[in-house]
């Protein structure tokens, strides 16, 4: 019912940047929120950062500083600006949705196919 497509994702040396994006399409009738979760090998996935629908932001701690967050609501879009990437960012990163399909109907999460970042020191 909802897809969410990822791109933007590749190879960057440590203090460089990436931008990554996440287009949600389908049967969307409201969009609650939408982030990011990266997952690096070995390790359990992580929040990154959300947004709300009303412009408010959390990022983890890590990422705080270096990594910005911004969402287009008129084309269901979320970006993640990333600057001064360090090689422990290295990771698959996860676009997530918080989706209402109905008006009656809760809403749910719906999370993208992931996009490899890769950063070198």
């Known amino acids: 019912q909802v897809q969410l497509v990822e791109s933007g994702g590749g190879l960057a040396q440590s203090g460089g940047s990436l931008r990554l994006s996440c287009a949600a399409s389908?049967?969307?009738?409201?969009?609650?929120?939408m982030g990011w979760y990266r997952q690096a090998p070995g390790n359990q996935r992580e929040l990154v950062a959300t947004?709300?629908?009303?412009?408010?932001?959390n990022y983890a701690d890590s990422v705080k500083g270096r990594f910005t967050i911004s969402g287009d609501n008129a084309k269901n879009t979320v970006y993640l600006q990333m600057s001064s990437l360090k090689p422990e960012d290295t990771a698959v990163y996860y676009c997530?949705?918080?989706?209402?399909?109905?008006?009656?109907?809760?809403?749910?999460?719906?999370w993208g196919q992931g996009t490899q970042v890769t950063v070198s020191s």
């Open positions: 997530s949705a918080t989706v209402k399909v109905y008006s009656l109907y809760s809403a749910r999460d719906y």
């Open positions: 947004v709300t629908s009303g412009g408010s932001t």
């Open positions: 389908g049967r969307i009738f409201s969009i609650n929120a």
